[in-house]
Structure formats: C-alpha cells, structure tokens
C-alpha cells in the first residue's frame, strides 16, 4: 500500500527507524497516543496509524485525551475527528489547570508541575485502557531545544530519552518523532486535514520564553549552517563520555578503592 505523498513517505521511513533502533513497539503492543489536538501529537497518531497498516507486527493503537478543565477547549473537534477515521479514543476531564492555580507559587512557571500532573493522569489512564506503550508527540525540535535549555539555564547535559520506563517499571514512554522535524510534523497534520487545537492555557505562548529564545537560536544559526540540527541529533546519540567532566562516568578507580569506610581518600606519595 502507496504512502498518501513524499511527506509521509519521509516521515514514515524516520519513524520506522526510530522504532527499529530504539526497540519503541512491539509485536502485541497496545499504544496509548497522548493526543492534546496540537499538531505534533496529531502527526503521530497519524502515522502510527499509517504505519500500523503496513507493519510486519500487529499492535493496536487507542488515542487519549487528557482535559486540563481551561475554558474553550476544543475536545469536542478532536473526539469527532478520531471518530472520523476509526480511531479509539477516550478523554479524560481533570481539573489539572486550577489545581496548578492552588498549589503554585508566585511566579513559578506552571510548567514542569503541568507535565508532571498530565504524567500522572497518563500512567493512570495507560492502566484503564491496558497500554503497554505511552506514545508522546515530541519531535526533533523539542530534543534539541531541550538540549539547549538544560546545557545553558540548569547546567545539566541532558535532552530526552526515545524510549523511557518509569521509575517503579511499569510503564514505558515512548517518542517515535525523535528525528522528524517540527515543520515536518506541521505540514503533515495540514496535510491530512487534521484540526490542530490550542490548549486554552493561558500560560501557553508567554512562559516559554527561553524556549522561544532558543528556538531563534537555532533559526539564526541554520541559516549559515543547515545541517545544524541533524548534527545535534546526531550528538545526543553519539556521547563521548570519556570527554566530560562529570565523576559518575569517569570515575577515579585508584582513589575510590583507596578511600577510607569514611570517604577520606589518601594523597598519593610525592617522590622526591
Ligand atoms: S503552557 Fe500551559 S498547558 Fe502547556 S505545559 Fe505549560 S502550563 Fe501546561
């Protein structure tokens, strides 16, 4: 069966990649898309769906969406809309945007606490439905620039994982857009006529700023060097750890077993 146009000949061959190098889905898998109606999460229902078709596994696909409660949510288009092309979804109504208003403190950005209530809201709805894979619609874009948010404002050297088990095992995150770009995501989601909806946060737009700042980073610097983010890409999978400062990947062999029950470590002999 033909692809619909290159764009998703494209896209398909990447996220096949992606699912092949990072073991994402598995033959009997049920994969629970995080569907908000923004157009990343729709680029990915769409061609799991695709792929789903075409694969050589069977594994069935079930769209979730999770309500943050803001007013004007367009929910109600995206039930149709999977409705439309046989997709099983299910929405889960929360009020995670006024408790984010209660629990916040002045000033904070609601952002980390946002995702981490949706996680929550996500593993527990991954156990109704009986998902063995939680599918998010991060893209090349979002690895990069959060690559960039960690290395310049927390002073950590970390992106995201592809593939990620939670921390008590029992559920497994996954992001099969790894290497398929922002813009690629957002003409595809046009291209299959899918209605992207905004999430009503009133945060949304405002608080990412650094995010913003450094999305025009990599705008600025891709004009002079295209390749730029595929070599970023490229980075986050080819680490010489070796080369870093950090003590847990070189850690100093002689000096560890040499060090007292009370963590003193004795200077070695000076020879004169
Ligand atoms: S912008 Fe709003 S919806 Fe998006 S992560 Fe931040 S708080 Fe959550």
């Known amino acids: 069966m033909a692809y619909t146009s290159p764009l998703e000949t494209r896209i398909a061959k990447k996220v096949t990649r992606a699912i092949a190098d990072y073991g994402l889905i598995e033959h009997g898998d049920r994969v629970m898309v995080g569907l908000s109606g923004g157009k990343d999460s729709w680029a990915l229902i769409q061609i799991l769906d695709e792929l789903r078709q075409r694969a050589p596994i069977t594994f069935s696909i079930v769209a979730v969406t999770v309500d943050s409660g803001y ?43 946002c995702a981490r209530l949706r996680r929550g809201v996500l593993y527990r709805l991954a156990d109704e439905v009986g998902a063995t894979k939680i599918a998010l619609g991060h893209h090349l874009d979002d690895f990069i620039e959060t690559l960039l ?50 999430c009503c946060c009133p945060a949304c737009g405002d608080l990412s700023l650094q995010r913003q700042r450094i999305k025009r980073l990599i705008a600025e610097l891709e004009v002079e060097h295209p390749e730029i983010k595929n070599s970023m890409i490229r980075a986050l999978a080819n680490v010489a750890g070796r080369h870093l400062l950090d003590r847990r990947l070189n850690p100093l062999p002689e000096f560890r077993e040499a060090a007292g029950r009370d963590g003193a470590i004795p200077l070695p002999v000076v020879r004169r």
């Open 149 to 198: 948010l960690n290395l310049f404002f927390a002073g950590s050297l970390k992106a995201m994982p592809a593939r990620l088990v939670s921390d008590n095992s029992r559920h497994v995150v996954i992001r099969p857009l790894v290497s398929v770009t922002e813009a690629e995501a957002r003409s595809y989601a046009r291209e299959r006529s899918l209605p992207i909806v905004g």
């Open 71 to 113: 007013d004007g949510y367009r929910h109600d288009l995206i039930a149709t809309t999977c409705e439309q092309r046989g997709w099983e979804y299910r929405i889960e109504h929360t009020g995670i945007g006024a408790a984010i208003d209660e629990i916040l403190e002045d000033h904070a950005t609601p952002c980390s606490l």
